[in-house]
């Protein structure tokens, strides 16, 4: 088992930043990769980053070149730093863990996730 507590979210004006955390334990040699999603009021969760036990990073369009994702420890702590906010980041951010192969962009590959911290970004 893997269990993953994310930490960081708050609430900051547009054009503020926020470093979100995700602390894993338990069985997390397994990890191969971490990922942040996160879901706004009535959509689907959808993917943001993800990061590798390599130190491949991947980003969703829409925070590609804007949001950092970054890790230490053998992704035993995951980070996503998240400057120039938009309100339309605003949404419930979680870490999941993905053990086996799989399309990271994916949440259904993931296996364990973190129970979330909420970002809202106002106008």
């Known amino acids: 088992q893997v269990q993953l507590v994310e930490s960081g979210g708050g609430l900051v004006q547009a054009g503020g930043s926020l470093r979100l955390s995700c602390q894993a334990s338990?069985?997390?040699?397994?990890?191969?990769?971490m990922g942040w999603f996160r879901q706004a009021p009535g959509k689907e969760r959808e993917f943001v980053a993800a990061?590798?036990?390599?130190?491949?990073?991947f980003y969703a369009d829409s925070v590609k070149g804007r949001f950092t994702i970054s890790a230490d420890n053998a992704l035993k702590t995951v980070y996503l730093q998240m400057p120039s906010l938009k309100p339309e980041d605003t949404a419930v951010y979680y870490c999941?863990?993905?053990?086996?192969?799989?399309?990271?962009?994916?949440?259904?590959?993931?296996?364990?996730w973190g129970q979330g911290t909420q970002v809202t970004v106002s106008s």
């Open positions: 999941g863990a993905m053990r086996g192969g799989g399309p990271v962009t994916m949440r259904q590959y993931y296996d364990y």
């Open positions: 338990g069985r997390t040699f397994s990890n191969g990769v």
């Open positions: 990061i590798s036990l390599g130190g491949t990073t």
